[in-house]
């Protein structure tokens, strides 16, 4: 239907919405994990706006876009690149919202990197300072939020625990101000990771177990699903065999019913773990012919591979 409108834009001249719906296909292919297609349309909507010289806020959420789908096909010095025009710009030009988002997209690229070895957490820290400054002089406290954790998100990564732990408690404090429920939740979950890394397990299922509870406050199957696989994680940690299962069975249960097969495979395969981990070979057999199933249906044929 997206590319069906802008066949239409484009045959009436219409060039704003045009690149507007550029935009728009970008945003699709990006969600379905498709970068290799998204990144022409962001190529393209980011020229167009930059032809039409029509609202900043496009050309910036354009340039951070081509970012995020570079980054995704591992063309990271390209995609530094890019977002650096855009920071010069910004800077230059005194937009500070603007330059939130396209310092948003540089952090994202070298957290992605970093996956691989080959980010640079330094630049991404400093950008993330430069940010949280910004978004503290205009005033947006849900942006001020999103920039701690991205802090939080680099800490981790440099392994500096007690940074990371006070960037995400600032940041899931500023949600509950603003009664961002869902964000606070989502950020929490670094703590988690947090406090497994230090093993403090006995916190770290207390948190999951409050993550939980607030994403079924907030009616997100999803993700409350999610948590019971970081809920089970804590019970293992605590040699707590049986909790741990009870956990991913309920996980389980919860992607069947929403109809996600990957889901379900993965708490099937949790499961296979526990079981190898103590000895039970025939349950973990045939926990592994059952995730493998569904990998089938779901037509993820590395997954299988695995």
Same mark, same amino acid.
């Given at each position: ?10 045959? !009436? ?17 990006? #969600? #379905? ?107 947006? &406290?849900?942006?001020? /939020?999103?920039? !701690? ?62 993550? &939980?509870?607030?994403? &079924? ?12 696989? /970081? ?8 040699? $707590? ?8 069975? $309920? ?12 889901? $379900? ?13 103590? =000895?039970?070979?025939?349950?973990? =057999? ?21």
């Amino acid at each position: 239907e997206a590319k069906h409108a802008l066949e239409l834009f484009r045959e !009436l001249g219409m060039r704003k919405f045009e690149a507007q719906e550029l935009h728009q296909i970008t945003g699709i292919l990006l #969600h #379905h994990g498709r970068p290799r297609e998204a990144l022409p349309f962001a190529k393209d909507a980011l020229a167009a706006f930059a032809a039409l010289r029509y609202g900043k806020g496009w050309l910036a959420e354009c340039r951070s876009k081509v970012v995020e789908a570079m980054a995704l096909l591992y063309d990271w010095r390209e995609g530094r690149r890019v977002a650096w025009e855009g920071i010069t710009e910004f800077r230059d030009s005194g937009n500070k919202r603007n330059l939130v988002l396209v310092l948003d997209s540089l952090i994202h690229l070298h957290l992605d990197a970093a996956m691989q070895r080959k980010g640079d957490l330094a630049e991404a820290a400093a950008a993330a300072q430069e940010a949280i400054a910004a978004c503290r002089e205009f005033g947006d &406290r849900k942006w001020e /939020s999103n920039q !701690l954790f991205n802090m939080a998100q680099i800490h981790f990564r440099q392994r500096r625990w007690d940074e990371a732990e006070s960037c995400v408690q600032e940041a899931a404090k500023i949600d509950e101000d603003i009664s961002e429920d869902l964000d606070r939740a989502v950020k929490l979950e670094l703590l988690i990771d947090i406090h497994c890394e230090n093993s403090r397990f006995d916190k770290a299922l207390k948190v999951a177990q409050e993550v &939980r509870e607030a994403f &079924r406050a907030c009616g997100d199957r999803q993700r409350e699903a999610h948590s019971c696989l /970081s809920i089970a994680q804590c019970h293992l940690c605590r040699e $707590e065999v049986d909790k741990a299962i009870g956990a991913a069975s $309920e996980a389980q249960v919860m992607f069947q019913e929403d109809g996600d097969h990957n889901g $379900e495979a993965d708490a099937w395969e949790f499961t296979v773990r526990l079981q190898q981990l103590y =000895g039970r070979s025939p349950e973990a =057999g045939e926990a592994l012919k059952t995730a493998i199933g569904l990998q089938q249906r779901a037509g993820d044929k590395r997954a299988q591979a695995y």
